[in-house]
């Protein structure tokens, strides 16, 4: 069985299609992770989200940003943004067996000596903390209080992390860390505002997976969501959003003892009406 690692889709299906004929991805041997952002941006959000779920066990996917934006929307009728191109989602015949679907997907996915997760994890989180914090979070995406979350995901207000923290407060804390970190500072304190290339941040910010006191070094980590870094590898870590959105390439990581980039061009998939 190989085992192969996909950056963020973001609703480009065909690119997707023609990388998974590159790979020979055979879907009664092999296995496919994804790093999340399967929907949003691109034109084929519907059929993206529907081709990753027929693949039933075939398929691992964490939970990205633009996939929570696309829960939010429908389970606390949060506002569409301008660039969203998930109205194909919302109409179609089938839109409430995949928003359940993917409603159920993790944060966090660890298995054959690595690590799956959409963004990153804060420098001070070990393996066991990332698992409980991540399990403690799909607990209220998947129970009974989930609506309630999606009514109250959106903020940034809260950039340190404390365990005092309690109730939706804390469960968004998690969230954003998993699904939207990229620069941190040296005690692992959040910023979103700044999502540019390495060198491009103020001196007090870091990208998460390059300070020497991470706890979580030893753990193989694969992870999308920074299309602006590019390929990454290094610090046991290996980025794999290049961008297949904008242009750029789509790119798949066959994981094993040595982990090898598979990546193919794309012209974009951008709707800008």
Same mark, same amino acid.
């Given at each position: 069985?190989?085992?192969?690692?996909?950056?963020d889709?973001?609703?480009?299906?065909?690119?997707?299609?023609?990388? $998974?004929?590159?790979?020979?991805?055979?879907?009664?041997?092999?296995?496919?992770?994804?790093?999340?952002?399967?929907?949003?941006?691109?034109?084929?959000?519907?059929? /993206?989200?529907? $081709?990753?779920?027929?693949?039933?066990?075939?398929?691992?996917?964490?939970?990205?940003?633009?996939?929570?934006?696309?829960?939010?929307?429908?389970?606390?009728?949060?506002?569409?943004?301008?660039?969203?191109?998930?109205?194909?989602?919302?109409?179609?015949?089938?839109?409430?067996?995949?928003?359940?679907?993917?409603?159920?997907?993790?944060?966090?996915?660890?298995?054959?000596?690595?690590? $799956?997760?959409?963004?990153? !994890?804060?420098?001070?989180?070990?393996?066991?903390?990332?698992?409980?914090?991540?399990?403690?979070?799909?607990?209220?995406?998947?129970?009974?209080?989930?609506?309630?979350?999606?009514?109250?995901?959106?903020?940034?207000?809260?950039?340190h992390w404390?365990?005092?923290?309690?109730?939706m407060?804390?469960?968004?804390?998690?969230?954003? !860390?998993?699904?939207?970190?990229?620069?941190? /500072?040296?005690?692992?304190?959040?910023?979103?505002?700044?999502?540019?290339?390495?060198?491009?941040?103020?001196?007090?910010?870091y990208?998460?997976?390059?300070?020497?006191?991470?706890?979580?070094?030893?753990?193989?980590?694969v992870?999308?969501?920074?299309?602006?870094?590019?390929?990454?590898?290094?610090?046991?870590?290996?980025?794999?959003d290049?961008?297949?959105?904008?242009?750029?390439?789509?790119?798949? !990581?066959?994981?094993?003892?040595?982990?090898?980039?598979?990546?193919?061009?794309?012209?974009?998939?951008?709707?800008?009406?």
């Open positions: 069985m190989a085992i192969y690692a996909i950056g889709i973001q609703g480009c299906y065909t690119d997707l299609l023609r990388l $998974l004929d590159f790979i020979k991805f055979d879907v009664t041997q092999d296995q496919v992770w994804f790093t999340g952002d399967l929907v949003n941006r691109g034109t084929q959000s519907l059929e /993206t989200l529907r $081709l990753v779920k027929s693949l039933g066990t075939a398929a691992i996917t964490v939970l990205g940003n633009h996939d929570l934006h696309l829960l939010a929307i429908v389970y606390a009728q949060k506002k569409m943004h301008k660039h969203d191109t998930l109205d194909a989602i919302l109409n179609a015949h089938d839109r409430d067996e995949l928003i359940c679907w993917l409603r159920h997907q993790p944060l966090f996915y660890h298995a054959h000596g690595f690590s $799956l997760l959409h963004a990153g !994890v804060l420098p001070h989180w070990d393996f066991i903390k990332i698992q409980q914090l991540a399990r403690e979070a799909e607990q209220v995406l998947q129970g009974n209080d989930y609506e309630e979350f999606f009514a109250q995901m959106y903020g940034d207000k809260d950039q404390s365990e005092e923290l309690t109730g407060q804390r469960i968004r804390f998690i969230v954003n !860390v998993f699904t939207r970190i990229r620069y941190c /500072t040296a005690n692992g304190d959040l910023n979103f505002k700044h999502k540019g290339t390495l060198g491009t941040q103020p001196k007090h910010l990208p998460w997976f390059s300070l020497p006191q991470r706890q979580s070094k030893d753990l193989k980590i992870f999308g969501h920074w299309s602006t870094l590019g390929f990454y590898a290094g610090n046991n870590c290996y980025g794999i290049t961008g297949a959105l904008w242009g750029g390439q789509l790119t798949a !990581v066959k994981l094993g003892v040595e982990v090898e980039r598979i990546s193919i061009n794309c012209a974009g998939n951008l709707n800008h009406e």
